[in-house]
């Protein structure tokens, strides 16, 4: 608070504006029991290094340790000094964010060390600056993953398992578990590689078969061996499919993965092929094709493999890249096929009989091939050829490193702009509780003046626990002044809806940190001359309406009553008798005569609290009429 | 956009023009100069300082209000001497003076009256001070009532517009108001 402390008396003068429109007159102006606490000058050793600063810039936060009287615990009476075993150089950015409201993260310091400075000065460090904070977050995240991966390795071993389901599933995701994973996942590996060679070999042709002059290919004239082979590698692939099902921790998900696709589609074609051997040779083609789904068996390998895994996530994540890299290719495609076309119409026995037949020339000659199938004859066609073949260069070349480059980077941008429109709505969150909590304040104040002259009222000595400083009285006294202008009442905020707002007094008062974060919040917003416009306006939500069945102040009707405000009659007058003729003066306004009353009883027994009470429903007040 | 740094006057000829202590001044001045490096302050800024007293209300209409009464050569921004002068004058001057500058405060167009708009104006940006969270609810009546009250009051020859004499002798005549003057002097 102290840093907005010096325009304070620049808002409570200009409310001076509102005095002459007041409904009701001002309450008088708290008097503070401690006069003029000077400033002076604090010096605090860490380390070595001496700093000095004024109290003042300390106490701005007084949720941190330097700003609150933690710090007493730090003090040597000897040297007169508040002594820190800390970093300094750290604590230089600690000291600076007192004085300047921002917390800067210095980038060649390492990130537990600064956290850990944070900590012991109670620094939230989300309040880090926002030309650090993007720094501070990368920093900690790459520190976590590497943490986490530190912890994985080592904690594959630990885990207790707890049944044979669990056990199958780590020993399935990570091979290293065990010599019965390891086991597996080499006769797993081993049968892929059989299995594919198989399906390679079955195709060659195997020489002539002695007697004839046919060549028939492998698969063909070792059938049986073939058959064999491949029914011992899908019965293996079948097990191992169905142990993963049973072992997933959820199957559902299991099922939908890509990896188990990819299994299914591997075995499918040769049990297909079981059931339609029997079937006539129609469909006998159809089975042929789904041969050609068993190649997929070479993406099993991926899961012994990194590399393939890293790959594939590669391509998916920079999938509009390389779609923009298709799109523009197909672009420059037909259009120069097309250009192709018209130019070699004419051309007898041409071989770009259309355009789609044009596309097969372009791409070759794109992609500098050049198979030469396919050429042009006229002049006009081989100067396109021409340019084609070189802007193919340029097309092809290009985006493939700008690419590789744009996926690493867009990747992370990605990331990075998603978390930070989390991060802001969450921030955003944090500066609307923090705002909610200074009017909390003042009305938790209230509450507290409020308790305070009941206790007073019923004989009670109230427990003097008012420590509020010079300036958080005075603001509070501004809010009140400005109540009576308006005649109107501070509530919480959580009351709102279109209609009559209720006051909450049977909730207690919220705690004095949500105040403390108010000023917290204050001096985030403030820069120096800094456009911060992150602060909106309370439009309060229409929303949450909280009903209590608790009194609902209804205002008086006689308020027109010229009469009451010059019936009002200040209690720092020096009223001996609380009980006195006043009350009959100001009868006419219920409402707010017993606050003046406990405003009286207030200055009377504790001059030292604000009068900023505006009294409650008529409930408590009534009784000392 | 040019970075304006503006040097005040010796804190002794402040100290003269004003009615504060060398001490206030040093501690306003550092506060002033610690929100505002430039050492002038615009009224964005001002709006936003403002809105830290209120914040649960609407400030920036009040503030805009505030501000163009403060800023006497109008220049759009308002300097440290111009600040404690102005204030000098509202915390410590005299009645007179302080209800010439809520006078002036009110008198949005300068031209030495008080219309009724220019009062709904005032009015509903201070009850834009409070905010939604306020009870009883506040709606056009209570703003348009409110006026009415304060012109019935002031307003002696009931031609519509309250020019300066009434205004003084309006506010004169009402105890409460002289006494709530006082209320504001801020201890620093």
Known sequence: MAAVAAWLPFARAAAIGWVPVAQQPMPPPPVNREHNRTDDLMKINVSGRRFETWRNTLEKYPDTLLGSNEKEFFYDEDAKEYFFDRDPDIFRNVLNYYRTGKLHYPKHECITAYDEELAFFGIMPDIIGDCCYEDYRDRKRENNERLLDDKDSEDGDNVPLASMR?????????????????????????????????????????????????????????????????????????????????????????????????????????????????????????????????????????????????????????????????????????????????????????????????????????????????????????????????????????????????????????QRADKR???????????RMAKNASGAAFVARKKKEEERIRLQELGQEPEDKDDADVFELQHHHLLSCLEKTTDREFTDMDVNYNGQPTKLLGTPPLTPTMSVRSRDNKNRTTGCCARKSSRKPLKNSSDAEELNDISIRIPSSNRNSRSSLNAMSYPTSSNSRPNNIQTTAVVSMPNTSPGNMGNSQDSLHTPSTASTVSPAGGVVRISTL | MQVVRYKPEGLDALCRNTKFSRKELQIMYRGFKQECPTGIVNEETFKEIYAQFFPQGESSQYAHYVFSTFDRDNNGSISFEEFVVGLSVLSRGSLQEKLQWAFSLYDINNDGVISKDEMTSIITAIYDLMGRCSEPFVDENTIRDHVDRVFQKMDLNKDGFISMDEFMEACRGDASISKSLGVFDTVL
């Open chain 1, 166 to 414: 669990e056990k199958l599933w780590r020993a399935f995701e990570n091979p290293q578990t065990g010599t019965a994973a390891l086991v597996f996942y080499y006769v797993t590996g081993f049968f892929i590689a059989v299995s594919v060679m198989g399906n390679v070999v079955e195709t060659v042709p195997c020489g002539i078969v002695p007697g004839t002059f046919d060549n028939p290919s492998c698969g063909d004239r070792y059938e049986k061996v073939f058959f064999v082979v491949d029914t011992a590698c899908v019965m293996i692939f079948s097990v191992e499919y169905l142990l993963r099902l049973y072992a997933a921790p959820d199957r559902c998900k299991y099922m939908r993965s890509i990896m188990s696709v990819i299994d299914v589609v591997a075995i499918l074609p040769y049990y297909i092929g079981l059931f339609l051997t029997e079937e006539n040779d129609d469909v006998s083609g159809a089975f042929v094709t789904l041969r050609v789904f068993r190649v997929f068996r070479i993406f099993k390998f991926s899961r012994h493999s990194q590399g393939l895994r890293i790959l594939g996530y590669t391509l998916k994540s920079c999938a509009s890249e390389l779609g923009f890299l298709v799109f523009s290719l197909a672009m420059a495609i037909i259009i120069f096929a097309t250009i192709m076309f018209y130019a070699e119409k004419n051309v007898e026995n041409t071989k770009f009989t259309s355009i789609p037949a044009a596309f097969w020339y372009t791409i070759v000659t794109m992609t500098t091939l050049g198979y030469g199938d396919i050429v042009p004859n006229t002049i006009t066609g081989k100067c396109v050829g021409g340019i084609c073949s070189l802007s193919g260069v340029l097309v092809i070349a290009l985006p493939v490193p700008v690419i590789v480059s744009n996926f690493s980077r867009i990747y992370h941008q990605n």
């Open chain 1, 421 to 431: 429109k989390s991060q802001k709505k969450a921030r955003l969150a944090r500066i």
